[in-house]
């Protein structure tokens, strides 16, 4: 996947704030630089002070040559920064941002689409499904969510695509299938042409791409976003040891390792900060406990070895009744 360079930081105020679903906030901010945010696209976001943190949010929304972009935040129920500072934000707050940011662009040209949002990652969809009805494209939505309650957009978008929407929902026992999904693609007559774009929680992105390989679909066809924002284990704090530099750092749940080594002093190469482009892998020495990958860099085998991770997104969990927090050695490269 391509990683577009870094587009450069301005200043963006906000003009709106209201809720887009339990426990999530849609934020409209006016950029002192506007610019068109194509569907796919994201912004980073530098939220709360000290330690420099950064925060990647889809565009739902791109309205009037990009002078108002609107951009939904879920609150994580251990942000002491990130998505706290982001449910702060009143009306006049400014806030740094940049520009438009496209990892996740939206191709011309297939049979058929289909776009999977699980829970939060609907908003890395919003624009893609109202870009296809424009363009008169076959395409189906698929959304998946807890309850109605914390499912964001999902009235406005079952309104705006109607029968090309179809709603999973757990607590009314409509839980995605993947495997059902995928084999349904596959034995469309359209399936070497038919793409998947998805944004959700890492485990029902790892079971779409495991089924897709299964189902010999092109690899190709299936594109992702993923902000690295959820994982199998809860975010907890832990501790990481450096025995190169003989540093020993405490990474706090709503930190990444690489914000708390930047904080630290500690250089380290990234680029996406998402876990799509590997640059920060760092080698494991050890952990005491479970090392909980968030990326979707390494393979599935590799996860399994854990003999490295992507410091952007992965951590490190002691699991639950453990007094003490996982200690992870690394050594930087
Ligand atoms: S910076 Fe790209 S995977 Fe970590």
């Given at each position: 996947?391509?990683?577009?360079?870094?587009?450069?930081?301005?200043?963006?105020?906000?003009?709106?704030?209201?809720?887009?679903?339990?426990?999530?906030?849609?934020?409209?901010?006016?950029?002192?630089?506007?610019?068109?945010?194509?569907?796919?696209?994201?912004?980073?976001?530098?939220?709360?002070?000290?330690?420099?943190?950064?925060?990647?949010?889809?565009?739902?929304?791109?309205?009037?040559?990009?002078?108002?972009?609107?951009?939904?935040?879920?609150?994580?129920?251990?942000?002491?920064?990130?998505?706290?500072?982001?449910?702060?934000?009143?009306?006049?707050?400014?806030?740094?941002?940049?520009?438009?940011?496209?990892?996740?662009?939206?191709?011309?040209?297939?049979?058929?689409?289909?776009?999977?949002?699980?829970?939060?990652?609907?908003?890395?969809?919003?624009?893609?499904?109202?870009?296809?009805?424009?363009?008169?494209?076959?395409?189906?939505?698929?959304?998946?969510?807890?309850?109605?309650?914390?499912?964001?957009?999902?009235?406005?978008?079952?309104?705006?695509?109607?029968?090309?929407?179809?709603?999973?929902?757990?607590?009314?026992?409509?839980?995605?299938?993947?495997?059902?999904?995928?084999?349904?693609?596959?034995?469309?007559?359209?399936?070497?042409?038919?793409?998947?774009?998805?944004?959700?929680?890492?485990?029902?992105?790892?079971a779409v791409s495991r089924t897709w390989a299964e189902h010999g679909l092109p690899t190709t066809n299936l594109r992702f976003e993923t902000f690295g924002s959820s994982g199998r284990h809860p975010a907890e704090e832990f501790v990481v040891r450096l025995p190169q530099l003989?540093?020993?750092?405490?990474?706090?749940?709503?930190?990444?390792?690489?914000?708390?080594?930047?904080?630290?002093?500690?250089?380290?190469?990234?680029?996406?900060?998402?876990?799509?482009?590997?640059?920060?892998?760092?080698?494991?020495?050890?952990?005491?406990?479970?090392?909980?990958?968030?990326?979707?860099?390494?393979?599935?085998?590799?996860?399994?070895?854990?003999?490295?991770?992507?410091?952007?997104?992965?951590?490190?969990?002691?699991?639950?009744?453990?007094?003490?927090?996982?200690?992870?050695?690394?050594?930087?490269?």
């Open positions: 996947m391509a990683v577009q360079a870094r587009a450069r930081w301005q200043r963006a105020r906000v003009v709106e704030v209201a809720d887009a679903a339990e426990g999530v906030r849609r934020i409209v901010l006016e950029p002192e630089h506007p610019e068109h945010a194509a569907p796919g696209t994201h912004i980073d976001v530098e939220t709360g002070s000290g330690a420099r943190r950064v925060r990647s949010y889809s565009v739902v929304r791109s309205e009037d040559g990009g002078r108002r972009l609107t951009l939904s935040v879920q609150l994580s129920p251990t942000s002491r920064g990130g998505s706290a500072a982001m449910h702060r934000l009143r009306v006049a707050d400014e806030v740094a941002v940049t520009g438009p940011l496209q990892n996740f662009p939206l191709a011309v040209g297939a049979t058929r689409y289909v776009l999977v949002a699980g829970g939060i990652g609907v908003t890395a969809l919003v624009a893609m499904a109202s870009a296809l009805r424009r363009r008169g494209a076959d395409y189906e939505l698929v959304l998946a969510g807890r309850s109605r309650a914390v499912m964001a957009y999902l009235d406005d978008l079952v309104a705006e695509h109607g029968d090309r929407v179809r709603v999973h929902v757990d607590d009314e026992g409509t839980s995605l299938a993947v495997g059902g999904l995928v084999a349904g693609i596959a034995q469309a007559p359209a399936a070497a042409t038919t793409e998947l774009y998805m944004c959700g929680p890492i485990g029902l992105m790892d003989d540093r020993e750092i405490t990474v706090a749940p709503d930190t990444s390792i690489l914000d708390a080594l930047a904080a630290a002093g500690v250089d380290t190469l990234s680029d996406c900060r998402k876990g799509e482009c590997g640059l920060c892998l760092a080698k494991v020495v050890n952990s005491t406990g479970t090392i909980d990958h968030r990326d979707i860099f390494l393979s599935e085998s590799q996860k399994e070895r854990s003999s490295s991770l992507c410091l952007c997104v992965s951590r490190a969990a002691a699991g639950s009744g453990q007094a003490r927090p996982a200690v992870l050695s690394l050594h930087l490269t």
